[in-house]
Structure formats: structure tokens, C-alpha cells
């Protein structure tokens, strides 16, 4: 070979002598052969990757750009060139008289060349033609090798022309140096990025799409960003533009591909193993009974009954997991990914390499500095290659972190954004197991997991081969004592093993305790204003402090776990090298330890740290990662809503109809409808009746396919509309809530609007329809929501609409108004077809058909009057609620009735006694004129808004209503560092710094001893000589200060986990306390998700992230102020270099920080929407459903997403900023340590040598690790900053205080107002103006009044919900003001208009203090009309009421509530509104229990319907927040003023008046 290479160069291959000397040289030939094919062939073999754009079909035309011109100007220029030579080489043949040719590489080369370089104008046009492409990072790297290559030809050409005075081969040498700047030029011109026209514009969204190749590897594309953070602080609209592949929708979509199939076999996997399970169970019944005598004799002769408990539990927890398809959901990641991860992979296994590299380049370096004799060239060579090496690994491990934490983020927005996919199709069975508090944390926890498992899961494969590749070197240094240190490793892997199996179960346990606390946090958010009104917080409070509680205890164990982890950690390498060298030194006396041999294995020791402590880390967090992937694999794999279960099949016929239809809510459970058949034709209005709990709405829920269906069919022909019976709007603007993605029609939309009665209100709001809704409709009242839930139907123009009793949570004559206008004959739906739930028999003669429900089955569907007629169930349903209206009516129409009224029917009633005259008049009753109406929905929403109008002349300020999240900016104040160190206690924060340094101490003079331990190889040449006593101490005294090491450590790890539970516990505490203490005015403005944020992932921050940043941040900073000492100890030279570097760090860390910790923040702030967006969406998932829009809902989530993205983005690539420009002034902190080591070589020992080069190789990976987990920990602090900003929230008054009442007050329940005024905030202007009056034991007292009165912010006064400006109010002659919150709270009852319950028993519902017997709950029961109810559940009392009370009708819930206010016997009633949303027959029976129960109470009531009050004692009329009357109800209707308006507006007729 070496022959054939001699005869093609003509000239040796290989010469030693060429590097035997001072100024060192490569044969000519080296450089004519390998020093040309090498680039060359780099070129060639990443060449059909960039061609293969050429051979694709329509490619696009781009224009060709100048730097693209230059660019193949110059490669023709180099064939020129190539060519050139060729001529001269063949004409000096040619001329040349003698025998002796030019060497075949002078002909060989220029031809490669010339082909070469056509390739490369090939390569330069595929990459103009590729899509995006800017450059070719492989052309780049081509020519720097191929420019590094010729750099030694370049100085041989020199040095001869030198040497002989003149050129020898003129054409040869002029062309070669015109040639290598050709190429340096191309070199040039190839780390210039060709930025086309079209992606000039996205260039500027997201400059990485324009970086050149030079610039993606050091990241400097993202200068623009941390130079723009360094000067103010980043807002979200600096956020850059996602890449196409970062995107949610292109990532969702290609994750729900393939996880559909996975899941699909998952699914068939599951069958078969059911089946084959079941195969077995199928045994003959003979055998089955022996089985079962055997196995009695086995248990009574061997087994415990603990072992039999044992066994249960277990093939219990089997029969939990085989019930849902498993292990497909990481299948599908790996699938979806698996790119991305071949390429992390390519680059972590070169990076592996590398790192090997550096400790035989030491091993060379401290020969060099032993033997004197080599030539000084070779030390700065050394030198130099621990630089490049270094670089090169340094750029290999930031781009496979990039991708690896890139991955991370793609996994995360993939599980959140299936999670919600699958929240919009779940089946009502499936709901009911996940509650949303259990879904918001499988987006949060459960995502984050996989994300943080997915950034580090190449250690899998790359610690086992840095362990194998540690061990082979340390065996070429050591010999076999080398697998003392691998049995210690392997003795680690069962207790590693055990650990990781124990954090499992820990794992498991606190996400259960987690869950249990999240969803009561989102119960209290939701019902917060009733845990007000009962001065319940306290009870609900100790509720989740107790799950806190468990969760701590099992976080205790946990940390108590990772500190055993953590001290197998530190200890590891140490026992790994004491048994190492011990063994080393003990097989035989000539074994000594010389300072090449100690520190080539110490700096390899330190390579084997890493994956040592990072396997069982890893193990760890894919144990935690095990028990999310279950959590999420069983929800994704729950079952769908059947889309099938309502055919549209649009042949003429029918508009809606069921044909033999039984339904149930679970798929198992009992039929709710039972043999149910409608048919229902185009354009007709049918109303649906029944007794509460008969099934109206759940045959509404049956249309919509919210059901199972048992049996039968349902087909509905042509979109539906659905308005529920609890209205739902959306956290948008009154518009956006009414057009719901549809298209604006404006005179549609002012028609919806006009015929809703919406166009008051919006007088009233301050920015009109632009007007932002709270979250939950905060800012609207019951029937303002109700009327907006309406509009949206009505404005949809779908072909079918069903109504669920939409008409119940308005006003009579507001009921009526939209009744004619939207649902009725006449109204804007009357050519639809309309199902409509009512309890307004009033309405009943106008439809078309009504449907009769008894017990869940149709009883009667017929026309009204035939219905009448029959005798049948409806006529004891009228019979039931109509005796009152017809009394009233018969009244009416003897005095004549309202002549200004209009029926709707239009037609003239001749018989005042007939049915049909009695309820024409009982619609007449509500009715007035649309211009003057004062619904009590309207009046609430003025309380709420109208304030909000008076603000700064309607600024636009003034129309949101929800503010924007604050966000911290600047550097994070030294309080909140303090705040948590407080929280966590002194004690506990001096004493684990302390057991810190201590341990740095030991660090310090057990590398100390190794150095002068190997010193002794001077000290004793001759192996035999050496004293075994002497052995014995190093071996003794080495050990032992390792073990010190790692048992520091570990005492400081515990000292901190007991310190980090403590501030996890006080931070929490401080933060629920501060919460359920804060004013309603609080959460009318804060949405709920980002308070749940707070408790979420903040304090998942704040529990598991922080201690483990704080504990780092503290040993890195000791090691390095370690490390630095022990270097500048070994090479004085090296202290110049410490100061500038530090210097040059701080720049670099201040430049990052100021940039990653707002990036940090903007992502907490911008993961709140996908949360309360997510909330949002189950709480309306029947609508949405109804209207078919899951896919505009599914768009607005992946936004969302997409902006917490754009940040997790930006903060990555920072992370990688910083990573790079640290790890290169960590280089060259080698470079200079290595340098000065060889300039001082003749003044240093070898042992000094190797302890200042592998400490250096040390320091960038410490240094690295600090400037990382520093800024890790501040943005992480920043979590306790946001904790801090809810903790400091200002808080209502105190909910106790030291004046004691007695325990029967208010005995009397007299109340007095005393020039008592009240307005929102303090800038804002009155909402009552000096209200006086006296109210008496026992007094009935109506309050009435028009729009904007005042009657809510009343009894809001008198909870103190709101606090007075002036004035005071007296109950019994105590001053409220003076009380404690609770005092007053408890000792007053209400009954409000919304019937909140919580999930938990029955009975904590009615008595969460548990103050109150089983008997006298019963008693309560039986008085609220519940006691028959409650005694046919099975668990009575105990019965378990679902997320906001789903499981019982709305009824029953508002009966649940008469319940709780019979239960606390209060001398004070308040009812705002009880019976505005409820049917009939509840009403009647609330009415009723009430003025027996209460008789001798107190008795405020919020009238919405007037003659609810006509019996009251007093009847207090409030206009503009004044009294304007008070007194009987008959006194004011005698006096003609307010009351008497008031009355006749709403129907009252002159009789009743009369009677009065």
C-alpha cells in the first residue's frame, strides 16, 4: 500500500523523521493524497442528499441572488483553476526531453477537483431550489475542512521557496495560491446566508428561519432577542413566530395519526386478553368446586388472612389495569418523533466520543511534562487539540440538547392538546370519572412529566455506553483492578432499583392527593361567593389543608428517598476510585500510582459521574413518568360520545323523531327514558311538561346525544341549536358570545339582539356588544345570560331548536316578551322547529303540540286543548299549578283586566272562565311595554357594570372587565428569595450551608492528597521499596474523606428537604388563607385559571423544582470556588486568567438572565388561558357539541397553546445561547491551563500538571451547571414571586374579632340603616345614597324597584360583601361593622338565586362543621320536601353529589338549599331571588315551607315577581339607591306612587289592589 502510494506521489508516503524535530512538517505526499480525498470525500458522501431536490417534480422558480452568482462564479473560477493545472501537468510531459513524468497525483487531483467543483454548482442550485433553505451546512463544512487541509501545503510551498531563494515550480505554486483563495473566498460566501424573497417576510417573524448554518450552531440568530431583553423587558408581542414544526396543529395533527392506529391495536391486544380470560374462567363447575374445598384447606392449614388481603388487593389492582388498553401511548411519541430523535441520538453518540478524547490528550500532556526530551511543539499541539475538541463537543452537545428539549415541548403540546381533543368527544360515562380539576392536571403534571422524561431519554442508551467506554480506558490504565470500582457499581444497581420502585408508589400517591386538592380548589373558585354567604371557607379550607397535608407527608418520604439517591450520587465515584486504586496498589508492590495514571482516571472518573448519577435519576423520573403515561392512556383510551346515536338522515318526513327510544346516563345504569317515541314535523313548536324529575331534560340531552341509547332510534334532519337551562357564555365579548364563529350579518344581529331584549343592557355596559364577559358570566346576571344563551341559538338559524326551560331565569313579562318575539308563533323562529322545555303553563295554549312526561315515559302528546280535555296526566298537572293563575285571572277578568296588554294569540277570549282566557290573562299579568321593563336581571347587571360606565368617561380601561396577568419584570427582588427562606426557616437555611461547605473542605483535601499521593512514584522509583503502612494511609485517608463527602451531603440534602416541606407548607397555607380571605371583588376580575395556575404549577414549582435548583446552586457554587482554588494552587499562572474570565461570565449570565427570567415569566403567564380556556370548554362541552363547534373551539385551544409555545421556545434556544458562548470560555480555560502547564513545565511536577488540566477540563461543567441552575432557580423563584403577589392580595375584614355575641343573637332580628351608603371601590361613584330605615322582629319585607335600584347591593350590605362608605347598619342594635366577618355571616341565612353545591356527601353539603345530628338533617330534609328522595339513595345521607351538584336536577338543588337555610335556624332570611330559576312545583313548595318555617323570622325577599310579595308586612321600594316608599303593600298602592307603577306594570289588577 505504502509502495503503490510512494510510485503515485513520486514521492515518500511517510517519513518519520518529518516530526522528529523542532519545526515539525508532513511528507508532500500526506498532503497531496489524504490532506485532498478527506474533504473531497465529506463532499461526495453528503452529496445525494442535497441533489435529490433536483430531481423533484414542479419545483418552484427562485430568483437567482448575487450572493448565489458569486457564489458559482467563483466554483467556475476554481475549474479554471483545476483545469489549468491539468494543461501544465500534461504540457510538461509533454515538453520534458528526459524520461522522468510528473507523479500520477498531478493528474489525478486537478481531474477530482474540476469534477468537484461542477458538484458544487450542482449543490449550490438544489439548495436555491429547496423550500426555506438559506444555506448548506455541509458545503460550509466542506470548505473549512478543505481550507484547514490546504493550510499545510500552503506552509510547505512557503517554507520551500524560502529555503531555495526562489520558485521552483512557478505555474504549480501561482496556481495553488490562487486556488486557496478561491476557496477561502467560498468559505466566505458559504456562512453567508441566500434569504429568497418570499422568506424575507417570515425572516422577520422568526429569524432562524434566515440563519446561516454558522449562526444556527452558535445561536447567534437569537441575539436580536437577548439584546432586546437586556434593554426592557420582553412582552409577549416580541415573542417570534413558531417554525411550521413547532406548531400545534402540525404537531397534533401527526400525533393523533398515529396514536389513533397504536390505540386501535391497543384496543384489539386488550380483546384478546379479555377473551382468553374469560376461556379460562369457563371451567367445568365439578373442578371449580374442588378448586374451591382445596383452596379452604389451604387457607385454614398454611395461609394468614393478611397474605389472602394481600393477594385480593393485588388481582383487584390487575383487574383495574386490564380494563383500558395500555403501552401504546409512548409507542406513538417514538413513532410521531422518531426523526428528531435519530437525529439527537447521531449527535449525543459523537459527543460521547469526544468526551474520551480529552482525558488521553491529558494523559499525553502529563507525559509531556514528565519526559523533558520531547520537543516543545508537541505540548502546544496537545494544547491546541484539547481546544478543538473541546469546540467540536461543545457544538454537538448544545444541538442535541436543542432537539432533546425541542422534543420535550412537542410531547407536551401533543398530550395537552389531545387531552382537550378528547375532553370535547368524552361520553357522559366517562366524564363523570375524570372531573375537570383530574383533566387540568393530566394537561399540567402529567404533560410536564413526559416532557421532562423526553428532554433527557438518550441516557438510556448513552450512560450505559459512557459506563462501558469509562471502564475499557480505565482498564488500559489500570489493568483488572479496574472491575473492583464495576462490582461497586453493580452492587449500586439493585439499591437503585428498590428506589425507584419505592418513588413509583410515592408518585402515585401524591398525584391522588394532588387531584383530591385540585378539584376541591376549583369547587371553591366556583362557588366562593356561597362559601361567603354561609361563612363556610373555614370548613372547606381544613378540607384542602388536609389532602395538602397527605400530599406533604408522601413529598417528605419522597425527598427522604432522593437523598439516599443523592448521597449513592456523590459517594459513587468515590468508592468507585478508592476501590479502584485500592485494589491497584495492594495486587502488586511494583503497582504504583504515578500522576499519569491517577489523573487520566480521575478525569475519567469524572466522565463515569455523570451517567453513574444520572441512570438512576432517569430510572426515577420514568417511574414518575410510568404512573402519568397510565393516568393518561386510561383517559385517552375512555370511550367516545357515539356520533351515531342521532341519525340526520334529511328525507322528507319528520323533523325530529325517536322511535322506541330508551335512554340511560350510564351505559349500565337504569333507563331515564323509557320506550319514548315522538315524531315531530318541520316548523312546529311543541312544549315538553312534567313534574320535577319526570325527564325533560334528559330527553333534551337524549336529541343532542349526550345519552346512552339503550334502544330505538333518534333522526333529526337538518343543524340544531340547543339553549341549556343553566345559560353558558364564553370569557369573550357580548358579540363574539352571540355570533359564535358565525359570520356578522349586522341586521340579523340587531334583530337577534332586539327580539332577545338585549338592546337596554347594552346601554348599560360600557363598551356596548365589544363588552368583555367575565369568566362563568360574572358581569351578567342569571337572566341577562340566559337572554345572551338564547341569542346565540337564535342568531345561529339552524333548522331545529331545543330549549331547556330558558324562560324560567326571567321575569314574567321579560318571559313573555321573548316568548313572542324569539319562540312563539309569531316570533323570529316561528318557521323552525322548536322543542321547548317550560314550566310556564302560561305559554302552553300557543304551541302547536305538548308532550307529557311521567316517570320518564310519554304519557300524552297532543294538541293543548285536546289535552285538556282528556283528563289525563296534564289535567292534574294544571290541575296542580293553574288553580292560583285562574283564580287570579277570573278576578282579573271580572274588573276588566289590563286593556293594554295584548295577547298573543291575537284572538278575542269571550268566556272569561275558559282555560284559554286564564292563562291569555296569565301572560297578560307579566306584560308591559318593552321600552320600561325592570327585570331584576337587568338591575343586577347595572349593580355589577354600571359603575364600570361612569369609569373615565368609558375608557377603554373601563371595558374590560377581566384584566390583563400581571407580569413581574426586572430582576427578582431579594424579598422573594427571602420570603422563601423564611418560609423555610433559618435554622434549616444556615445549617445545610454550613454541612455544605464542610463538605467542600473535604473535597478540597482528598484531591489535595491524591496529588501528593502520587508524588510517591518519584519519592520511591523502585515499586519494591514502597512501605505498605504508607500505602495503607493514602488508600485509608483517601476513602475516608470520600465517605465524608457523600455523607455531608447527605445530612445537608435532608436538612434541606425538612426546610423545602416547611416552605412548601407555610407558602400553600399563606396562599389558600390569603385567597378564601379575599373580597368578591377579587374574583369578579380574576378568571379562575389563573388562580388555579398559582396552585398548580406554581406550587408544583415551588414543591419539587426549587429545592432541588437551591440545593445545586449551593454545591456548584462550593465546588467551584473549590476547583478554582485547588487550580490556582497547582499553576500560580493561571490566577491571571481566573479574573477576566469571571469578568467575562458575569457579562454573559447578566445578558442571559435579564432575558430567560422574563421568557420564564411570560411562559407561567401564558400556560393560565389553556387552563381557564380548558375549564371553560367542559363546562359548555353540551353546547358546543349541540352547535357542532368543536372544531372552531379546538382552533382557539391550539392559539393558545401556540402563544405558551412561542415562549418555551424563545426560553430554550436562550438556555442554548448561554450554553455555548459558557462552554467556549470554558475551552479556553483548558486552552490557558494547558498552555501554562506547558510553558511552565520546567518548574511544575506532573502531579501539579494533572490536577490543574483535569480540574480545568472540570470547571466548564461546573461553571455551566451554576450559571444554569442560577437562572434555573431565579425562574423558578419566580413562582414563589407569583404566590407571593396572591398572598399579599388585600383581604376582606377580619373573620373573627374579640367582641363575643351571645348565642342566640340576633334574638329579636331587627335591622336598622342608618344613613348607610355603599359604593364598589372607593373611585367609583354610590351605589346606595343614604339609605334609613327600621325593620322589626318577624317583619315580611319585599324590596322591589326598577333597573339599577340597588336591591342586590342591599342585601350584599348586610353580608358585608360589600363594606359602607358611610353610615352603619344595626341588627339587633349591634353595629355589624364592629363584628367579625363569620359572626355576622353565620348568624344570618340566605337562600340564593344559584343552587351551588360541592362535591362531597349530601350531608357535608347541608353541614360541612358538622354542628348538626343525623336526626336533625333528616328533620330538615323532610321539611324541604327531600327526605323521600335522600331515603331511596342508597347511601342516604352519604350519597355522593357530583362536580356542581350534576347529579341532582336543578329542583332538587334549590331544595338542597332551603335545606341548608332551615338546617342554621337564623333569626334573619334573606331570599334573593330563591325560586327565579326553578319550576312550578318547586316554587310552590319553597313558598309554601317557607312562610310556614320561617314565621317567626325575619323575612328580606328580593321581588321579581310581584305578587310573590303582595303578603308581605312592609314593601320597601328602592329607586337609584334610594328609598322612595316603604310601607304595607296596600298603603302604597293607595298612594299611587312607585309601588303602584310598579304593580301595574306587572299586571296587578285593581281587585287585588282593592283587597289590599
Known sequence: MAAALDRFCGSAFWNASFLDRPDPDLPVCVERTVLVWVPLGFLWFCAPWQLTTLFQKNLPKAPMSKLYVCKQISACLLILTAVSELAFSFGEDHSSADEKKNPAVLFVNPSLFAVSWLLVMLLHEAVRRREKAVDSGSLFIFWLLLVICEIFPFQTLLREALKEGEIVDRPHFYLFYIAFGLKLAALILSAIA?????????????????????????????????????????????????????????????????????????????????????????????????????RDVLVMVERSEGTEKKKKKKEEEEDGESDYPHSWLVLSIVKTFKWVLIESAFFKLLQDLLSFVSPQLLKLLIGFTQDK????????????????????????????????????????????????????????????????????????????????????????????????????????????????GLLVMVLMVPINGLLAV?????????????????????????????????????????????????????????????????????????????????????????????????????????????????????????????????????????????????????????????????????????????????????????????????????LISALLGEMHNLSGSINIKGSVAYVPQQAWVQNATLKDNILFGSDLDEQRFQRVLEACALEQDLELLPAGVQTEIGEKGINLSGGQKQRVSLARAAYSSADVYLLDDPLSAVDAHVGKHLFERVIGPRGLLKDKTRILVTHGINFLPYVDEVVVLVDGVVSEVASYSSLRSSKGAFSEFLATYAKEEIGEAQKESASGGQQDSVGLSGQDHQDGNTPEEAF?????????????????????????????????????????????????????????????????????????????????????????????????????????????????????????????????????????????????????????????????????????????????????????????????????????????????????????????????????????????????????????????????????????????????????????????????????????????????????????????????????????????????????????????????????????????????????????????????????????????????????????????????????????????????????????????????????????????????????????????????????????????????????LQLAHLKEYVGSLAAGLQHEVAEGGENLSVGQRQLLCLARALLRKSKILILDEATAAVDLETDDLIQTTIRREFSHCTVLTIAHRINTILDSSRVMVLDAGRIVEFGSPGALLQKQGHFFALAKDAGICRAEMTAL
Not at 478543538?388 to 457544538?395: D, H, T
Not at 334529511?650 to 349500565?668: E, L, Q
Not at 475551552?1227 to 520546567?1242: C, E, P, Y
Open 920 to 1420: 291569555s290573562v296569565s301572560l297578560k299579568k307579566g306584560s308591559q311595554s318593552h321600552c320600561n321593563h325592570s327585570n331584576r336581571d337587568t338591575q343586577k347587571n347595572k349593580e355589577n357594570i354600571s359603575p364600570r360606565a361612569r369609569r373615565d368617561a368609558r375608557t377603554e380601561g373601563g371595558q374590560r372587565l377581566i384584566e390583563m396577568e400581571t407580569v413581574q419584570t426586572g430582576r427578582v427582588k431579594l424579598s422573594v428569595y427571602l420570603q422563601y427562606l423564611t418560609s423555610m426557616g433559618w435554622s434549616y437555611g444556615t445549617t445545610f450551608v454550613v454541612v455544605y461547605f464542610v463538605q467542600s473542605v473535604a473535597f478540597i483535601g482528598q484531591n489535595l492528597w491524591l496529588s501528593d499521593w502520587t508524588n510517591d512514584a518519584v519519592r520511591y522509583p523502585n515499586g519494591s521499596t514502597y512501605p505498605a503502612h504508607i500505602r495503607d494511609v493514602r488508600v485509608g485517608a483517601y476513602g475516608g474523606l470520600g465517605m465524608a463527602q457523600g455523607f455531608l451531603v447527605f445530612v445537608g440534602t435532608l436538612i434541606l428537604a425538612d426546610g423545602a416541606i416547611h416552605a412548601s407548607r407555610t407558602l400553600h397555607t399563606g396562599l389558600l388563607s390569603s385567597i378564601l380571605r379575599a373580597p368578591m371583588l377579587f374574583f369578579d376580575t380574576t378568571p379562575s385559571g389563573r388562580v388555579v395556575n398559582r396552585f398548580a404549577k406554581d406550587m408544583f414549582t415551588v414543591d419539587e423544582l426549587i429545592p432541588i435548583a437551591l440545593r445545586t446552586v449551593i454545591l456548584k457554587m462550593l465546588e467551584l470556588l473549590a476547583t478554582l482554588v485547588l487550580i490556582c494552587l497547582a499553576v500560580p499562572l493561571f490566577t491571571a486568567v481566573v479574573i477576566p474570565l469571571i469578568i467575562v461570565y458575569h457579562f454573559v449570565e447578566r445578558f442571559y438572565l435579564t432575558t430567560s427570567r422574563q421568557l420564564r415569566r411570560l411562559d407561567s403567564v401564558s400556560r393560565s388561558p389553556i387552563y381557564s380556556h380548558f375549564g371553560e370548554t367542559v363546562s359548555g362541552l353540551s353546547v358546543i357539541r349541540a352547535f357542532g363547534h368543536q372544531e372552531h373551539f379546538l382552533k382557539q385551544n391550539k392559539v393558545t397553546i401556540d402563544n405558551n409555545l412561542k415562549c418555551i421556545c424563545q426560553l430554550i434556544v436562550s438556555n442554548r445561547w448561554m450554553a455555548i458562548r459558557l462552554e467556549l470560555l470554558g475551552n479556553l480555560v483548558v486552552f490557558f491551563s494547558a498552555l501554562f502547564a506547558v510553558i511552565s513545565r520546567d518548574s511544575l511536577d506532573s502531579g501539579l500538571v494533572g490536577l490543574s488540566i483535569s480540574y480545568a477540563l472540570n470547571v466548564t461543567l461546573t461553571l455551566n451547571a451554576l450559571v444554569r441552575m442560577t437562572s434555573q432557580l431565579e425562574t423558578h423563584v419566580v413562582s414563589v414571586e407569583r404566590v407571593k403577589e396572591y398572598v399579599e392580595i388585600p383581604s376582606e375584614a377580619s373573620w373573627t374579632t374579640e367582641k363575643r355575641l351571645a348565642d342566640d343573637w340576633p334574638g329579636e332580628g331587627k335591622i336598622r340603616f342608618e344613613d348607610y351608603k355603599v359604593r364598589y371601590r372607593p373611585q367609583l361613584e354610590l351605589v346606595l345614597h343614604g339609605i334609613n330605615c327600621d325593620i322589626e322582629s318577624c317583619e315580611k319585607i319585599g324590596i322591589v324597584g326598577r333597573t339599577g335600584a340597588g336591591k342586590s347591593s342591599l342585601t350584599n350590605c348586610l353580608f358585608r360583601i360589600m363594606e359602607a362608605a358611610d353610615g352603619r347598619i344595626l341588627i339587633d342594635g349591634v353595629d355589624i361593622a364592629r363584628l367579625g366577618l363569620h359572626d355576622l355571616r353565620s348568624r344570618l341565612t340566605i337562600i340564593p338565586q344559584d343552587p351551588v353545591l360541592f362535591s362531597g356527601t349530601l350531608r357535608m353539603n347541608l353541614d360541612p362543621f358538622e354542628k348538626f345530628s343525623d336526626e336533625e338533617i333528616w328533620t330538615v
Open 194 to 294: 441566500d434569504v429568497p424573497p418570499d422568506l424575507q417576510e417570515i425572516t422577520k417573524k422568526s429569524p432562524e428561519v434566515g440563519a446561516p448554518f454558522l449562526s444556527r450552531i452558535t445561536f447567534n440568530w437569537f441575539n436580536r432577542m437577548i439584546f432586546t431583553g437586556y434593554k426592557r423587558p420582553l412582552v409577549q408581542e416580541d415573542m417570534w413566530e413558531l417554525n411550521e414544526k413547532d406548531s400545534t396543529s402540525y404537531i397534533s395533527q401527526h400525533f393523533e395519526n398515529i396514536m389513533r392506529q397504536e390505540l386501535r391495536k391497543a384496543r384489539s391486544r386488550l380483546q384478546k386478553k379479555l377473551s382468553k380470560k374469560r376461556k379460562s374462567n369457563l371451567e367445568p363447575e365439578q373442578s371449580g368446586l374442588a378448586r374451591g374445598v382445596s
Open 373 to 484: 526530551s520531547i520537543y516543545t511543539w508537541r505540548g502546544y499541539l496537545y494544547a491546541s487539540l484539547l481546544l478543538i475538541v473541546a469546540i467540536v463537543q461543545s457544538v454537538f452537545l448544545q444541538q442535541f440538547t436543542q432537539r432533546c428539549f425541542k422534543l420535550g415541548m412537542r410531547v407536551r403540546a401533543a398530550i395537552t392538546a389531545a387531552v382537550y381533543k378528547k375532553a370535547l368527544t368524552l361520553s357522559n360515562d366517562a366524564r363523570k370519572e375524570s372531573t375537570i380539576g383530574q383533566m387540568v392536571t393530566l394537561m399540567s403534571a402529567d404533560a410536564q412529566r413526559f416532557n421532562e422524561v423526553t428532554n433527557f431519554i438518550h441516557l438510556l442508551w448513552s450512560c450505559p455506553v459512557q459506563i462501558v467506554l469509562s471502564v475499557g480506558f480505565l482498564w488500559i490504565e489500570l489493568g483488572p483492578s479496574v472491575l473492583a
Open 502 to 698: 419505592k418513588s413509583r408508589s410515592y408518585q402515585a400517591k401524591s398525584m391522588m392527593f394532588k387531584d383530591k386538592r385540585m378539584k376541591m380548589l376549583n369547587e371553591i373558585l366556583s362557588g366562593i361567593k356561597i362559601l361567603k354567604l354561609y361563612a363556610w371557607e373555614p370548613s372547606f379550607e381544613a378540607q384542602v389543608q388536609g389532602f395538602r397535608e397527605q400530599e406533604l407527608k408522601v413529598m417528605k418520604k419522597s425527598a427522604y428517598l432522593s437523598s439516599i439517591a443523592t448521597f449513592i450520587f456523590f459517594c459513587a465515584p468515590a468508592f468507585v476510585s478508592l476501590a479502584t486504586f485500592a485494589v491497584f496498589v495492594s495486587v502488586s508492590p511494583h503497582n504504583i500510582l504515578d500522576a499519569e495514571k491517577a489523573f487520566t482516571s480521575i478525569s475519567l472518573f469524572n466522565i463515569l459521574r455523570t451517567p453513574l448519577g444520572m441512570l438512576p435519576m432517569l430510572i426515577s423520573a420514568m417511574v414518575q413518568m410510568t404512573v402519568s403515561k397510565r393516568r393518561l392512556e386510561k383517559f385517552l383510551s375512555r370511550d367516545d360520545l357515539d356520533t351515531d346515536a342521532v341519525h340526520h338522515d334529511n328525507s322528507p318526513g319528520a323533523a325530529v323523531s325517536v322511535t322506541d327510544g330508551t335512554f340511560a346516563w350510564d351505559r349500565a345504569g337504569q333507563p331515564v327514558l323509557k320506550n319514548v317515541s315522538l315524531h315531530i314535523n318541520p316548523g312546529r313548536l311543541v312544549a315538553v311538561v312534567g313534574a320535577v324529575g319526570s325527564g325533560k331534560s334528559s
